[in-house]
């Protein structure tokens, strides 16, 4: 197989999203392969603007925000089989997993 495999995780944790990216790397060094990554990418928030009151105080507002952190590994495998046990390991739970 010439081809790689492109592999985004996403999460709202950055440690777990770090762990998750060493796990994927200890498994494919264990069949040699060539791997890329992981490659940082800009953390993406988004800001949630909520009244406090429903019905007075229109000026009194919080502000809620969310980091989405992503991480990209690419992949070169050899044979078929690094599929399968690309697809068989055990992430923690809350990462986005996207295989191109």
């Given at each position: 197989m010439?081809?790689?495999?492109?592999?985004?995780?996403e999460s709202f944790?950055?440690?777990?999203?770090?762990?998750s990216c060493y796990k994927i790397i200890e498994k494919v060094k264990l069949s040699e392969v060539k791997i890329i990554g992981p490659i940082f990418l800009p953390t993406k928030?988004?800001?949630y603007c909520v009244l406090r009151s429903p019905h007075v105080n229109k000026d009194a507002r919080e502000h809620f925000e969310i980091k989405?952190?992503?991480?990209?590994?690419?992949i070169y495998p050899k044979t078929i089989d690094m599929l399968k046990t690309l697809i068989n390991i055990k992430l923690?739970?809350?990462?986005?997993?996207?295989m191109e």
């Amino acid at each position: 197989m010439k081809k790689k495999i492109r592999i985004k995780l996403e999460s709202f944790n950055s440690e777990f999203l770090n762990i998750s990216c060493y796990k994927i790397i200890e498994k494919v060094k264990l069949s040699e392969v060539k791997i890329i990554g992981p490659i940082f990418l800009p953390t993406k928030k988004r800001i949630y603007c909520v009244l406090r009151s429903p019905h007075v105080n229109k000026d009194a507002r919080e502000h809620f925000e969310i980091k989405i952190y992503t991480r990209i590994l690419y992949i070169y495998p050899k044979t078929i089989d690094m599929l399968k046990t690309l697809i068989n390991i055990k992430l923690p739970s809350g990462i986005t997993i996207r295989m191109e």
